[in-house]
């Protein structure tokens, strides 16, 4: 007050209080919208962050089984050997052991998982639970038996949608060898051979396999060997699985016989062979097992592997030997006469040359 009455600035110019009041709740309006606003570009921002995060997935792990090495490990989950070394900071990629866990780089693709086995799960169960087949699953986490799996088993998933329904073909089947199991009981399981199987394998001894071997079943039988060379050479085939020997002239047989082959414990050895020597009569020994004296129609064609004739046994059809192949006095009398180099008469041995270098002899499972 300016002692003349007057109270404010009003008084010198009107002002009209409705239009004050509206517009002060016009600017407190504006700026609750503003701030709604921002809060709904905020919380959108937030939304997007979180539904846009990639969900967490457990590492793929990988247990060493024996036989395994890194090459074949990184080609089953299609990575490379480097990937794999760089994660589990290996220096030395030829060594790995058994029962080893290597964590598998997935290349950031949320595609392959690890899903732990819960009480009461089959997988089937598992499988239909992420989209795949029990088929697949089987082959990803190499189970011979997909009807056994237990609590707490850790499993290769892939629920990719590109997945079929079929075994891929361009992976490699894995059969884990199991009790009482046999190479050949195998082969004939996948309709393949004991030959293929080896052969896949790089198996040095096919008698000797243990539970737990990963084997590699391959897509095709396998031929079994024949020469390469034309015309109408004579050479032999011996069947280790089979136990039968056939002699050929080209690619038709010409005679047939039963044998006995060496035992799981003596195998024989397989490969390409040229008879070196042969003798009408031989003593044949091995210090501290046997002395066989005057043994008949003895064909040498690897160190002191033979095909001879037998007279001390007639179990021809089951492995018996040390190594060599067994056949009966008149089967072997056949074939010493058949195969090169020839006997001249009165001679009880020869030896090959160069110009006469002894039948081919073929042996394989």
Known sequence: ??????????????????????HYVYMISLRRLCSFIASVIILSFAATSVWAAPPEVDPVIHIVQPGETIYSIARRYGTSVEAITSVNGIVNPNWIYTGQRLTIPTQGSP??????????????????????????????????????????????????????????????????????????????????TVWALV??????????????QRLIIPEESG???????GG????????????????????????????????????????????????????????????????????????????????WHNNFGTPMSFGCVNLTVSDAQWLFEWTTPALPPGYNVIYSSANDPGTLVVIHY
């Not at 394998?201 to 737990?212: C, D, E, H, T, W």
């Not at 031929?223 to 060379?229: A, G, I, L, V």
């Not at 050895?269 to 009569?281: D, E, F, N, S």
Request: net charge neutral; with cysteine.
């Open 111 to 192: 595609a392959t998982t690890v899903y732990t086995v819960q009480r009461g799960d089959t997988l089937f169960s598992i499988a239909r639970r992420h989209g795949t087949t029990a088929n697949t699953l089987a082959w990803l986490n190499g189970l011979s038996n997909p009807n056994f799996i237990w609590a707490g088993q850790r499993l290769c998933l892939n629920s990719s949608s590109s997945l079929s329904s079929t075994e891929p073909s361009s992976e490699p089947r894995v059969h884990l060898v199991q009790p009482g199991e046999i190479l050949i009981s195998i082969a004939r399981r996948y309709n393949t």
């Open 232 to 311: 109408e050479e004579k050479w032999i085939d011996v069947n280790l699985t089979t136990q039968r020997l056939v002699a050929y002239e080209g690619e038709r047989a010409v005679y047939s016989a039963i044998v006995s082959t060496g035992t799981a414990a003596h195998p024989t050895v397989t490969g390409r062979y040229r008879i070196q020597r042969k003798y009408r009569y031989d003593d044949m020994s091995y210090s501290g097992y046997y002395y066989l004296p005057d043994v008949p129609y003895v064909m040498y064609f690897y160190s002191g592997y033979a095909i001879h004739g037998t007279y």
């Open 223 to 229: 031929q079994e060997p024949t020469p390469t060379s």
């Open 1 to 22: 007050m300016d002692g003349k009455g007057h109270t404010g600035i009003g008084d010198y110019f009107p002002i009209d209080l409705s239009l004050e009041i509206d």
């Open 199 to 212: 052969r896949a394998n790089n198996l040095a001894n096919p008698s000797f396999i243990y539970v737990g």
